[in-house]
């Protein structure tokens, strides 16, 4: 039995800006609360993370960890990125998220999870008791981190050169796999102390 969580938010920025943001999927990282420990690992990127490029979730759903694998299929500039589970847990698992410009700065943002449980009616039963309620709450709370982040102080991270992006994730490691945005806001305030220094 298919299970589908869908959850909508306006956010104040341009919708070029919300999607550039969606459109890395290592950000999705970023959106989920510590206690759901969720990393995203490109594996293989495909024109600038359009519809071929894969990408592993890696999550500690209440103690349980999950792990699967995707594949972005579809990619539309501005208006819709989805991905489906090419290998994992679920008997199957799609991801859609929707952009929709209502004003320049005005961006409506729908995501949409549809996934069906292993284990047949026991894994119905779970999902029912734990699951579902964990996946709704998470996706909640993301899409108003997501908000915060694109309202809040304007560092929305922006498409960059291979090499720069693996110098990035350099940098996370050592820090011990802190969000992106961090990674950046200290790259950046680094920066800042040198230009200072320099004048």
């Given at each position: 039995?298919?299970?589908?969580?869908?959850?909508?938010?306006?956010?104040?920025?341009?919708?070029?800006?919300?999607?550039?943001?969606?459109?890395?999927?290592?950000?999705?990282?970023?959106?989920?609360?510590?206690?759901?420990?969720?990393?995203?690992?490109?594996?293989?990127?495909?024109?600038?993370?359009?519809?071929g490029?894969?990408?592993?979730?890696?999550?500690?759903?209440?103690?349980?960890?999950?792990?699967?694998?995707?594949?972005?299929?579809?990619y539309?500039?501005?208006?819709?990125?989805?991905?489906?589970?090419?290998?994992?847990?679920?008997?199957?698992w799609?991801?859609?998220?929707?952009?929709?410009?209502?004003?320049?700065?005005?961006?409506?943002?729908?995501m949409?999870?549809?996934?069906?449980?292993?284990?047949?009616l026991?894994?119905?039963?779970l999902?029912?008791?734990?699951?579902?309620?964990?996946?709704?709450?998470?996706?909640?709370?993301?899409?108003?981190?997501?908000?915060?982040?694109?309202?809040?102080?304007?560092?929305?991270?922006?498409?960059?050169?291979l090499?720069?992006?693996?110098?990035?994730?350099?940098?996370?490691e050592?820090m011990?796999?802190?969000?992106?945005?961090?990674?950046?806001?200290?790259?950046?305030?680094?920066?800042?102390?040198?230009?200072?220094?320099?004048?």
């Amino acid at each position: 039995m298919m299970t589908i969580v869908s959850k909508t938010i306006d956010i104040k920025a341009k919708v070029s800006n919300v999607f550039t943001y969606f459109a890395r999927p290592e950000h999705i990282s970023d959106q989920f609360e510590e206690r759901v420990g969720m990393t995203v690992v490109p594996m293989d990127i495909k024109a600038g993370m359009g519809v071929g490029t894969t990408f592993r979730v890696i999550g500690d759903f209440d103690g349980k960890r999950l792990e699967w694998d995707c594949e972005t299929t579809e990619y539309i500039p501005e208006q819709k990125i989805a991905a489906k589970m090419i290998k994992g847990p679920f008997k199957k698992w799609n991801i859609a998220v929707e952009f929709k410009a209502l004003e320049e700065n005005l961006t409506k943002l729908t995501m949409t999870v549809n996934y069906e449980m292993p284990l047949g009616l026991l894994g119905g039963i779970l999902n029912k008791i734990k699951f579902a309620k964990t996946a709704e709450k998470g996706m909640e709370t993301a899409l108003y981190k997501v908000r915060g982040l694109l309202e809040g102080n304007g560092s929305i991270p922006v498409y960059i050169t291979l090499d720069a992006y693996r110098k990035l994730l350099e940098e996370k490691e050592k820090m011990n796999n802190v969000p992106v945005s961090t990674v950046l806001t200290r790259i950046l305030e680094k920066y800042s102390q040198i230009e200072t220094v320099k004048n």
